[in-house]
């Protein structure tokens, strides 16, 4: 991943009247990484798309795109950009391929047909693009909407709720392109969504808002803790011996104890030397679990959950 951002958001803060949206927010989003923009309704996560596309004034700090003010110097920096907001708009009595031709004549980069084969290719469109766009399911217009999105080779992919509604297929389809297109054309993409188990597998890093302050960003590895240590579960019997075992030879590394089962946090070596002390004293192991926390669990746990 280059060091140098394609996108950065300098101290913005946006206020209506007296009352503060975004809150000094500060980010930054590279070549090549998919970032998921996480937040409750309201947050402003839809405020911060609008401005970094131009569509909202920023009332301080700045929105950099590849140096370009967004602000001070528009053409240039949203020269940049691709989009899509919830689900594109397309002329139905058209095909496909017609539709992108249409656009890549508004756009003043000339855009080349073997470049619109490529994106059609991309997100694999190829055997109905010629088909009438009124035909097409949504998970079809989306993938049109991303070829769109592509024609003039952005740097940054922003897409506002990509995978709204649609089937589980659509959805693992539109993860599966967006990941695709991140890594193989070296794009940043920044993902606005609700759908927290998506964003956990589509995603290289996380940032959460919550009434409008960014409060945290992190890789999703790190986030959801499957660095150097996983929570374990051990089905185990009898259990009391189990435990008992445990804190005498490791102290505090028992978390949990329930119905048949201990729970506790180790190294991947550590799951192979439990087992073993497990089994040299006698302790009959049902089952080994992995049992991970999930983007959902830490989300609401940071934001306060129903709060």
Known sequence: MSKKPVVELNHVTKRIGKTTIIDDLNLQVFPGEVFGFLGPNGAGKTTTIRMM????????????????????NFEKAIAHVGGIIENPEMYKFLSGYDNLVHYARMVPKKISKDRIHEVVKLVGLEERIKH??????????????????LLHSPSLLILDEPTNGLDPAGIREIRNYIRQIAHEENMAVFVSSHLLSEMQLMCDRIGIIQNGRLISVESVRDFVGTSSKQKIRYHVSPLDQAVELLRSTYGSVVESVGDGFIDTTVSYEGIADLTELFVTHHIRVYGIENIQSTLEEKFLEMTGGEK
């Open 53 to 72: 596309v131009g569509l909202m004034d920023i009332t301080e700090g700045e929105i950099l795109i590849h140096n370009h003010s967004i602000e001070e």
């Open 132 to 149: 009438k766009v009124g035909n097409y399911s949504l998970g079809m217009r989306q993938r049109l909407g991303l070829a769109q999105a």
